[in-house]
RNA sequence: GGGGGUGUAACUCAGUGGUAGAGUAUCUGCCUUUUAAGCAGAGAGUCGACGGUUCAAAUCCGUCCACCCUCACCA
């Protein structure tokens, strides 16, 4: 037997002592006539007609007083005070009455009226138990002052509330909020890409090789194949085989997974929606983007603007575009767009940028864009025009070999989506990955592999295409007004305990 | 990885070397319209883990673990 504690083991008694009664405590079925929230929204109607209505829940308050309790009943539409008097619902009821405990399931038969402190509630006439509960919730208690709810003993330690989301959602309502933000924002990527008469495409997540942006992939194992399988790190590769294989609008939303470092705005998975458009480019991306969100923003904010912990942020169309270098030069003074290695080495040096072997010019003018300007970045903004250097998959720009048609989006100081117009001169692509290959024999463990299916479906021809990338998690931390992704994510990676 | 912080009952937290505490929750009794119900009583702890100092450690020291903040890293 289980070394229990004291209140485990009451209310596995409990258990025991309804089962002696002929109980069954975890019955097969369940009959409800109305949700709560339908209760509450024809108040009076039910008031008056007396009708007999059944409810289902969880019991989540207990005021007992002799021969009458009060609890309250939840589901999920909402919270209702039951009145359960013994000679209402008879002496064997109201045994079994006696013997439930908070979080309990239950199933409440009787009718509505009002209490003589003015409270809506249902006049128990039978009370039936659905589902014990052998675990005592946290107790948290709500008390009304001036017209606000003050909240005690909440459950608000931030390890458990991960750890034990569910907990969470049942005692911090507000939480839940979130992830019905999340679904809508995710619901309205769908219906705005499918109104603009994109397809859902579903493509691999375990791969013989992973591509598509700069991160170490999860590894895994197939057995019967007796292979290595790598957990993808982006959709890209895919896609474009299948702008290749002829669709011209597709778009995924799913999880990548990426070996890397976490904090308030990494989790190892995260989920993004890419988009592929064949015969568009970098500018039809940044529209699409700038349509896609204010979308969304209207659909599930219902404005244009949101108040994001103080900034108001706007996302009335257009958005700033600006090039990268411009934007250096705005805010540092200082003129990369010669990519003279030396230069732009020392001025890292002299700002405390640290610079690595596999380090070029490219890499080095984003590292100063990160540093000085990334953070300024609050409003809607697409930084455009990236070094070719750091964007392998990306097309070059027609004036410029050092630079390529690539923006990424920045609102609030962080990177929001990715987008180019894509590289499809297959024998380019090609010079582009070997590139990457010896940055990788240089120690560069997040530089892209050679991937030689990929290449070989570009030199069968691609279209010139536009590619888009959206973090999803990112979104709704904005829309939701949280700071850390760990509150979107209904179970965020933490270490095992113990 | 660096720096800072937190970890005590189911929950929220007090407790700076001398018998482990409070409120809520739980249990018992009273209570047939309460609502943070009330009154009276009771039970409940590996003080994150391990080691050390001490007559004596939740408390001091060391190591480790988890989480938070911050910096670094990270497309």
Known sequence: MENLNQLLAIRRQKLQKLKELGIDPYPNRSERTHKIKELWENKDKFVESEQKIVITGRLSGMRRQGKVGFGNISDESGRIQIFVRKDNVGEDNYEVFKLLDL???????????????GEYSIRAEKVIILGKSLRPL???????????KQR???FSDIELRYRKRYLDLLLNPGIKKNFEIRAKVIEEIRSFLNSRNFMEVETPILQPLYGGAHACPFTTHHNTLNIDLYLRIALELYHKRLIVGGFEKIYEIGKNFRNEGMDRTHNPEFS???LYQAYADYYDMMNLTEDMIVHIAKEVLGSETIDFLGKDISFKKPWRRASML????????FDASDFDFEKIK?????HKIEIKSTTGSGKLIEEIFGKFVEPKLIQPTFVI???KEVSPLAKEKPDNPNLVERFELFINGNEYGNAFTELNDPLDQRERLEAQAKLREMGDAEANVVDEDFLEALEYGMPPTGGLGIGIDRLVMLFTGNTSIKEVIFFPQMKPEE
């Open 346 to 350: 020392a001025f890292c040096d002299e």
């Open 103 to 117: 979080g309990d399931f239950v199933q409440v038969e009787g009718n509505c009226f009002i209490t003589k402190m």
């Open 152 to 154: 005690f003993d909440e």
């Open 138 to 148: 946290p107790t948290v208690k709500e008390k009304v002052i001036d017209g606000k």
């Open 272 to 274: 993004m929606v890419e």
């Open 326 to 333: 411009d934007l250096i030069k705005e805010e540092t003074g």
């Open 385 to 387: 025009d990236f070094p």
